[in-house]
Nanobody
Framework: QVQLVESGGGLVQPGGSLRLSCTASGSIWRINIMDWYRQGPGKQRELVARITSGGSTNYTDSVKDRFTISRDSAKNTVYLQMNSLSPEDTAVYYC???????????????WGQGTQVTVSS
């Protein structure tokens, strides 16, 4: 069984910073991609940032130069450093991983439970 557990959400004032963490645990052979999605009130879930096993990253335009995704492969952990937060960043943030389980030859998609980020004064 594989689990993704997120942490680091909360309430922050506009212009502030937060760092989200997500750790994958269980019978994991290889993690291909880890990324962060978010779903704001009344909005569809959107991809925020992605990092591959090789370290390549990409971001949605609205967070470029403000958010940074990084990864500790030894710990199966992905981070999202969020700076200069604005109320428009308020959302539930979900961690996602595309990974290969031990003993398997194909990849599977897993999701965390989500962590709330609220940006408000």
């Amino acid at each position: 069984q594989v689990q993704l557990v997120e942490s680091g959400g909360g309430l922050v004032q506009p212009g502030g910073s937060l760092r989200l963490s997500c750790t994958a645990s269980g019978s994991i052979w290889r993690i291909n991609i880890m990324d962060w999605y978010r779903q704001g009130p009344g909005k569809q879930r959107e991809l925020v940032a992605r990092i591959t096993s090789g370290g390549s990253t990409n971001y949605t335009d609205s967070v470029k130069d403000r958010f940074t995704i990084s990864r500790d492969s030894a710990k199966n952990t992905v981070y999202l450093q969020m700076n200069s937060l604005s109320p428009e960043d308020t959302a539930v943030y979900y961690c996602h991983a595309d990974l290969v389980r031990s003993g398997s030859s194909r990849s599977y998609s897993y999701w965390g439970q989500g962590t709330q980020v609220t940006v408000s004064s």
